[in-house]
Each structure stands twice: as structure tokens, then as C-alpha cells.
Nanobody, 124 residues
């Protein structure tokens, strides 16, 4: 699976951005698609994930109510980010995890494929 992330940019606090992650190379019916982020000097952090098959979702507590992960009918996963805060500033990565027992949606090491990052900068 090849993943291409896009949509990052500079936005003021309180603003919105939508990230996209386009997948190719394989059907995604047995995959979980996730968004992670890494701020300067910090470890990679789970943000949100969606099951391609049944649309179920899972979020980091601090983004609940502000971020929404969803997918289209073809091959793209989106992360709609509203009410952005300066602490949301990070490089955002999308990943694909083949569904297998015992794997966790929130664990980056359980993902099989990654896209390149896209930088989100939220100014105060």
C-alpha cells in the first residue's frame, strides 16, 4: 500500500484544516487507517483511526469533538481538524494497518505502511 498525505499548512488558532491520505496499490477492506502526529522534540502520538470495512472510529481524547476521521468510497481517508490549537502543531502522518488479532489501532508499531508527513502549524 502506498500512502500520500496532503493538506497541511499554517492556520491561526481556532481555524480548520482538512488532511487527506490517498491510498493505492491494494484494496483496503481489511485495513485500519490511522493518523498520527509528531511534534518537535516529542514522540509520535496517535490521533485517530477508522476501520475501512465498518467505518468505526477511535480518537485521542484531546481531539475528540474537534477532529473527525472519515473516508470516501474509493481510497482516501480524511482528517477534518476544527478548533485547532497551538498544541496541535506537528507533522501528521497517515498509516495503514492490516487487521489482525491483537493489533492496536493506537500503536504506531502495529501499522504496516506509512505515508510521508504533512506539516500542520497552528499559530496563537
Amino acid at each position: 500500500v502506498q500512502l500520500q498525505a496532503s493538506g497541511g499548512g499554517l492556520v491561526q488558532a481556532g481555524g480548520s484544516l482538512r488532511l487527506s491520505c490517498a491510498a493505492s496499490g491494494r484494496t483496503l477492506s481489511r485495513y485500519v487507517m490511522g493518523w498520527f502526529r509528531q511534534a518537535p522534540g516529542k514522540e509520535r502520538e496517535f490521533v485517530a483511526a477508522i476501520s475501512w470495512n465498518d467505518y468505526s472510529t477511535y480518537y485521542l481524547d484531546s481531539v475528540k469533538g474537534r477532529f473527525t476521521i472519515y473516508r470516501d468510497a474509493k481510497n482516501t481517508v480524511y482528517l477534518q481538524m476544527n478548533s485547532l490549537k497551538p498544541e496541535d502543531t506537528a507533522v501528521y502522518y497517515c498509516g495503514a494497518q492490516f487487521t489482525r488479532g491483537g493489533r492496536r489501532w493506537s500503536l504506531g508499531d502495529d501499522y504496516d505502511y506509512w505515508g510521508q508527513g504533512t506539516l500542520v502549524t497552528v499559530s496563537s
